[in-house]
């Protein structure tokens, strides 16, 4: 395993102090749910859903906001269960700019946004040392498919457009957890995790 420095391009590009890392859940038909079963239950449907996934290819946005500058980057995601995730995220005009891959308990990072290739634990710290983004704790399979790891229900915040609300969910990582839910159609249509991390990179 290579350990070393934060990658400057990349850290400055993702923020170490407050990562917040946003995902966008692409519009379904309406699920089996009623918002009398509760908020809990929506997101452990959703969690069996997604862990039923065998085969994906899909193209995503990657959005991170460290509350001084928001970058976008697009990235190509391929998943292979149960021990296979590969990510590549790309620059301007489609330009490399990194690889992740994990396989079963180990992650792989390389790329030039990284200054070469790497691999440790995928539990470990080699993704927040490499590009500044901590998830404390976050899985990083459920965080690239967007999907929203089970917790207890602190607040729900209807919103004034129809049936959205905000819904903040408890958080072991010392920050802030909330999605936004369409109760209509029973989907999650966005998810906030917010971590702080002691003295950024």
């Known amino acids: 395993m290579r350990a070393g420095r934060c990658s400057g391009r990349l850290a400055v590009w993702l923020g170490c102090s407050l990562a917040v890392v946003t995902a966008c859940m692409p519009l379904a038909t309406r699920r089996q749910w009623q918002p009398a079963q509760g908020y809990a239950a929506l997101l452990a449907q959703a969690r069996d859903e ?3 996934l065998t085969d994906l290819v899909a193209e995503i946005r990657v959005t991170a906001d460290n509350g001084v500058q928001r970058q976008q980057a697009s990235a190509v995601l391929q998943l292979k269960s149960p021990g296979m995730l590969r990510l ?7 330009s490399h700019l990194l690889t992740v891959v994990q396989v079963d308990d180990t992650l792989y990072v390389e790329g030039p946004a990284v200054d070469g290739a790497w691999h440790g634990p995928v539990r470990g710290p080699l993704l927040a040392r490499l590009t500044g983004l901590e998830l404390g704790g976050y899985d990083l399979r459920d965080a690239l498919l967007g999907v929203v790891q089970p917790a207890p229900v602190e607040a729900v915040e209807p919103l ?7 819904v903040r969910l408890q ?3 010392g920050g802030r957890h909330r999605v936004w839910i369409d109760s209509g159609r029973g989907l999650v249509r966005r998810e906030e995790l917010a971590v702080r991390t ?4």
Request: proline share 12%; net charge negative.
């Open 50 to 52: 997604a862990d039923q």
């Open 171 to 173: 958080s072991g990582a």
């Open 160 to 166: 004034p457009d129809g049936d959205l609300a905000v």
């Open 88 to 94: 590549e995220v790309r620059g301007p005009l489609y």
């Open 198 to 201: 002691p003295g950024g990179c």
